[in-house]
């Protein structure tokens, strides 16, 4: 197991924490010290999954605390929420998403449900969060996925409007989150922000994204949760939680982790492994394509990262 510095002392935030992935970074990141705000949707699970962790980690500061990522509104209730409190964030896992649903869903705010999910509320609640994030001197990491590396913008229909795709719609939409993480990295170090922002995949990884998603839209059960617990339990292509956190928790905490990275298994296609720097995908290496995502999200979220 990848051990963690002393996080003593440290606030963190993380997206989407009730359970799976983000409950297992939450976990660890209370086991070695840190304070930990569950950003979640479902407020009983959110605190199902703290009473979880204390029962795990005895003492651990961990509180829930509601966001649905698939309404602008959320995200700017609970940011503005931190902001009150005032508290500098040390770190921020932008982790929450949906994935692949059978049928186009919507946002509240109107936008394809895994583009307004995985990637636009994310970038509202990290602009939203700015202020704490300075005065934190934050390690941001943003999970994407290796499928954003055969994926691509779709500037001509970005909601699926036209045509809906479900892997499509959730490769770009991990794209988007890759793009933004070497982005927000660029433009925090040109505007001496003081935060260092990268990404981080965690590979194949056994958690009920693999139903939730897909069974979206389906009158029956999805095979996809059936098929990976089946693969996980031979040992093929697919891990655990405690190890697709890895890459993240390398990412978000480690002193060796740096600015403008992907991080991720480094496992044979990488599908699974320990964590490791992983070459930016050529999906994302376009800086020009980058600046037009996050000008054209700052538009459709109305936000902005504001000169502080």
């Not at 002392?9 to 976990?27: I, M, P, Q, W």
């Not at 697919?238 to 600015?259: K, M, N, R």
């Not at 290496?285 to 902005?304: F, I, P």
């Amino acid at each position: 197991m990848l051990p963690l510095p002393d996080l003593t002392g440290r606030f963190a935030v993380v997206t989407g924490a009730s359970g799976g992935l983000g409950l297992g970074l939450a976990g660890r990141l209370a086991a070695a010290g840190a304070e930990v705000l569950l950003a979640v949707r479902d407020v009983g699970k959110g605190r199902a999954a703290a009473d979880r962790i204390r029962l795990e980690v005895p003492g651990a500061r961990v509180s829930p605390r509601t966001m649905d990522l698939a309404s602008l509104a959320s995200v700017a209730a609970l940011a503005e929420g931190l902001n009150a409190d005032g508290r500098p964030i040390n770190i921020l896992i932008n982790n929450a998403g949906v994935m692949a649903p059978a049928t186009r869903h919507s946002t509240a705010d109107g936008f394809e449900l895994q583009f307004g999910t995985n990637y636009l509320g994310h970038f509202a609640f990290t602009a939203r969060l700015l202020p704490l994030l300075r005065a934190g001197q934050a390690r941001v990491t943003t999970i994407t996925s290796s499928a954003a590396r055969q994926a691509r913008l779709n500037w001509a229909d970005l909601q699926g409007e036209r045509k809906y795709q479900p892997v499509r719609s959730y490769g770009q939409s991990k794209l988007a989150n890759l793009l933004f993480a070497l982005e927000l990295d660029r433009r925090a170090a040109a505007a001496g922000w003081g935060i260092v922002s990268n990404a981080a995949h965690p590979g194949t990884t056994l958690t009920g994204l693999y139903a939730a998603g897909p069974n979206l839209g389906r009158g029956r059960p999805a095979p996809h949760e059936a098929i990976m617990t089946r693969l996980a339990r031979w040992g093929v292509f697919v891990h655990g939680v405690d190890q697709g956190a890895l890459p993240a928790l390398y990412a978000a905490t480690s002193p060796q982790a740096q600015g403008g990275r992907l991080y991720g298994p480094d496992g044979i296609g990488q599908f699974t492994g320990g964590p490791a720097e992983l070459a930016i995908y050529r999906s994302a290496r376009d800086r020009a394509e980058a600046a037009r995502l996050w000008e054209h999200s700052r538009d459709l979220a109305g936000v902005a990262f504001a000169k502080i």
